[in-house]
T-cell receptor, first 112, second 114 residues
């Protein structure tokens, strides 16, 4: 039981490059989330998914796409990275009938 | 409009003193949930405590308690007998209604002084 895993841990991109951040949970959770954390801004919700096959926009969805193809995985894609997307990205999941969010260790992304 | 407000960017507290971290929220939904998380310098997010809007009593978990004042829309975290290991960022978060959307405040950085 690895909990919530995120890959990669660290990534450097050039402006305009694309990449996908991967998140997986092995706890059979329904809801999954992507947040970005910037100094002084707290955690801001990018997208979330209440169940397999469904996704919803959060507070800051522009510049991102997500995919929830199965219950276990929730990926975040940057089609054309911008320096403003330099951040730490956290994935989280919530078990059914519970309230606690379980967080992954984060992905540190630097866009040059 | 900001839905979760944490007005204290930073706090310094003497070890063993009690600490209150402020959180106010804004929602018109009668059903909601409020959370507190701790983020130490290592970066991981640690769940501390949860309060449902219909819960009759304030939530408590060990040294953590949530001072829930519904009419004021505040959900302050109280840490009793603070320890050096309590130094961290603390985030308040809210889930509205039956939506799965959970949003966070900007956080308060707590420093415990020896």
């Amino acid at each position: 039981n690895a909990g919530v895993t995120q890959t990669p841990k660290f990534q450097v991109l050039k402006t305009g490059q694309s990449m996908t951040l991967q998140c997986a949970q092995d706890m059979n959770h329904n809801s999954m989330y992507w947040y970005r954390q910037d100094p002084g801004m707290g955690l801001r919700l990018i997208y979330y998914s209440a169940s397999e096959g469904t996704t919803d926009k959060g507070e800051v969805p522009n510049g991102y796409n997500v995919s929830r193809l199965n219950k276990r995985e929730f990926s975040l894609r940057l089609e054309s990275a911008a320096p403003s997307q330099t951040s730490v990205y956290f994935c989280a999941s919530v078990p059914p009938n519970e309230e606690t969010q379980y967080f992954g260790p984060g992905t540190r992304l630097l866009v040059l | 409009a900001q839905k979760i407000t944490q007005t204290q960017p930073g706090m310094f507290v003497q070890e063993k003193e009690a600490v209150t971290l402020d959180c106010t929220y804004d929602t018109s939904d009668p059903s909601y949930g409020l959370f507190w998380y701790k983020q130490p310098s290592s970066g991981e997010m640690i769940f501390l405590i949860y309060q449902g809007s219909y819960d009759q009593q304030n939530a408590t978990e060990g040294r953590y308690s949530l001072n829930f004042q519904k009419a004021r829309k505040s959900a302050n975290l109280v840490i009793s007998a603070s320890q050096l290991g309590d130094s961290a960022m603390y985030f308040c978060a809210m889930r509205e209604g039956q939506d799965d959307k959970i949003i966070f405040g900007k956080g308060t950085r707590l420093h415990i002084l020896p």
